[in-house]
């Protein structure tokens, strides 16, 4: 992702929110796939500034959990309820 963000000038910046473990059980491909899309829409819908992953490890539930941010557009107030449903 870091060439099509360089090529906007968009920043991409990783940050590790603590120790993650060297050996984890998971599927690679779907993880993979699901962070490719989220950081290629963070990149795609940023024309300006920096898409964030921040990855963290929860020891006590055993999860690893990443947060995408970006400086984008967004999503409007009166679409949410059309695109999310809780």
């Given at each position: 992702?870091?060439p099509?963000?360089?090529?906007?000038?968009?920043?991409?910046?990783?940050?590790?929110?603590g120790?993650?473990?060297?050996?984890?059980?998971s599927?690679?491909?779907?993880?993979?796939?699901?962070?490719?899309n989220?950081?290629?829409?963070?990149?795609?819908?940023?024309?300006?500034?920096?898409?964030?992953?921040?990855t963290?490890?929860?020891?006590?539930?055993?999860?690893?959990?990443?947060?995408?941010?970006?400086?984008?557009?967004?999503?409007?107030?009166?679409?949410?309820?059309?695109?999310f449903?809780?």
């Open positions: 992702m870091r099509r963000a360089a090529e906007k000038r968009v920043q991409v910046l990783l940050e590790l929110d120790p993650i473990p060297e050996r984890l059980v599927d690679p491909v779907r993880l993979r796939q699901i962070l490719l989220l950081v290629g829409n963070a990149v795609k819908f940023t024309s300006a500034g920096q898409v964030r992953v921040r963290r490890y929860d020891a006590f539930d055993r999860t690893l959990e990443f947060d995408v941010e970006d400086s984008g557009i967004g999503i409007a107030e009166n679409v949410l309820d059309e695109i449903e809780p």
